[in-house]
């Protein structure tokens, strides 16, 4: 049964910001932590003010939700200069079996979509509170929106045309503060008060395990190629055997020679650009980093070589980094698709 959860967090006034400015997150796990958990809570915070405001728990007294789930992010008025941190948890009981975490912001007056996966090698993984699990490693889990999905990307297949993004709560712009929800006897409950603004809007809605297509005015998963959107993992650097972790954020589009993407390596303190290369055989993708920005006193390696191989899974990649003039492999690691 379809549950739908609309959480209004407005500042107080009204909503006069552009309305088409949220975040559509789709959150699926892998079989071990289906198998192993019975409901999923979320949390929300606004990390936009001097400290940190919680907006959405609901942990407490949470509905029922199943997987694979789907809820969108919309900001108080508009203001895309916002951030959030989202926290998804698969549960059975009190224990936390799985928890993923998001940390990012909006693209103003667009629609974007970014993908959360709780993974087997996660189970009763813990991990603070601005890492998430990817791979049974703990990495950061901010995550840049310019490199998540748009609706521009959304294409129609043989089966089916692209559906509009999803439309905002129709009280959106007029009502206070408060949570709205059906009840069992399908009246709607009361909206809990607050004295105090927030941060973000919340529209929350279930998926049947089924598979069922979500209706007309949700939004659509965007169809991108093969390597486009954020990815995420640990890799291993085989002279020194150190793990690090990647984060790879990879467009649509781009001409031999353009810029494709952009990659950071936290714990490294270094990240930049990536520039397409001509295409080899059996690779989906291979491309040269150029470091914009890298610590002084733990200097990264510029201008390595990334290819990018295909795996059984369409949400995983193998990524291969060698040094420049370098036919050997120097690290690497198999990266989770986030959106």
């Known amino acids: 049964m379809r549950r739908a959860l609309v959480l209004l967090l407005l500042v107080l006034g ?18 071990q932590v289906k198998a192993q958990s019975s409901d999923i809570r979320l949390v929300v915070t ?23 789930h789907q809820l969108t992010l919309q900001p108080s008025e508009g203001d895309a200069t916002r951030t959030y941190r989202l926290e998804v948890r698969a549960v059975m009981g009190e224990r936390a079996v799985a928890t993923s975490r998001l940390i990012s912001g909006y693209a103003r007056g667009e629609t974007r ?9 996660c189970i009763d993984k813990p991990c603070g509170t601005d890492q998430t699990c990817s791979a049974g490693m703990c990495v950061d889990a901010r995550l840049d929106v310019a490199g998540f999905g748009t609706a521009a990307d959304a294409a129609p297949d043989s089966t089916s045309v692209p559906r509009q993004p999803p439309q905002p709560p129709a009280d959106a712009g007029t009502s206070s503060t408060g949570v709205t929800e059906p009840a ?26 089924t598979g069922a297509a979500l209706p007309d005015d949700d939004a659509p998963a965007p169809v991108r190629s093969p390597v486009t959107g954020a990815w995420a993992g640990t890799a291993e650097q085989f002279n020194t055997r150190a793990t690090w972790a990647v984060t790879m954020a990879l467009s649509s589009a781009a001409s031999v020679g353009d810029q494709v993407g952009t990659i950071e390596y936290p714990g490294l303190g270094c990240g930049g650009i990536l520039r397409r290369m001509a295409d080899e055989p059996a690779l989906l993708l291979v491309m040269r980093e150029e470091l914009t920005h890298m610590l002084a006193s733990r200097p990264c390696v510029d201008r390595g070589i990334i290819r990018l191989q295909a795996t059984t899974e369409s949400n995983r990649i193998v990524w291969q980094w060698y040094p420049p003039a370098s036919s050997q492999v120097g690290a690497s ?5 986030r959106f």
Do not use: Y
């Open 184 to 209: 069992g006897d399908g009246a709607a409950r009361e909206p809990a008060k607050s004295d105090a603004p927030d941060a973000t809007a919340l529209v929350d809605s279930g998926v049947a395990d």
């Open 14 to 31: 009204g909503c006069s910001g552009d309305e088409a400015t949220r975040v559509v997150v789709s959150i699926d796990a892998e079989p």
């Open 113 to 121: 979509f970014v993908r959360v996966v709780l993974e087997d090698q």
């Open 333 to 337: 690691a198999t990266l989770l698709q």
């Open 46 to 68: 606004d990390l936009s003010g001097d400290a940190d405001r919680l907006v959405h728990d609901d942990r407490e007294s949470p509905p029922k939700r199943t997987f694979p």
